[in-house]
Every structure is written in C-alpha cells, then in structure tokens.
C-alpha cells in the first residue's frame, strides 16, 4: 500500500498508526482508496500522513477542528 511506504518517511505518523484499531487503519486506507483521481488519492495520502503525525484519528464527516 501506498500509504505504508510515505509513512515510513514519517516515523511519528507510523507509530500512530500503528496503535490504531484494524477499524481505525481500514478507514484511512479505505477512504485513500475510494478515490477515483490518482490526484485526489494523493491528496488523501498526505492529509492522512499529517493527521495521523498529529496523532489525529480519521475525519468521520467534514473537516474536523484540530485541537
């Protein structure tokens, strides 16, 4: 998976995500997968790896406010 591969550039990302439920990790890469546009996936992959640095779970609706 995409993914995997940026997070290990991002040693903190990784832990986070590593402590995530299977739930949790599923909605990440799911909602990067569903994307049709190669460019969105992108854009998913880095909104992704910069919440999860931030020990951020996934968004479940709109734009979440960041504490």
Do not use: H
Not at 11 to 20: D, H, M, Q, S, V
Request: aromatic share 8%; proline share 3%; with cysteine.
């Amino acid at each position: 998976e995409d993914l995997l591969e940026c997070l290990k550039d991002e040693p903190k990302a990784l832990r986070y995500f590593e402590t995530l439920t299977e739930s949790g990790r599923k909605q990440y890469l799911d909602w990067i997968g569903s994307s049709g546009m190669e460019s969105t996936r992108i854009e998913r992959m880095a909104e992704a790896v910069n919440r999860l640095a931030k020990g951020l779970p996934f968004k479940t609706s709109g734009k979440q406010k960041e504490k």
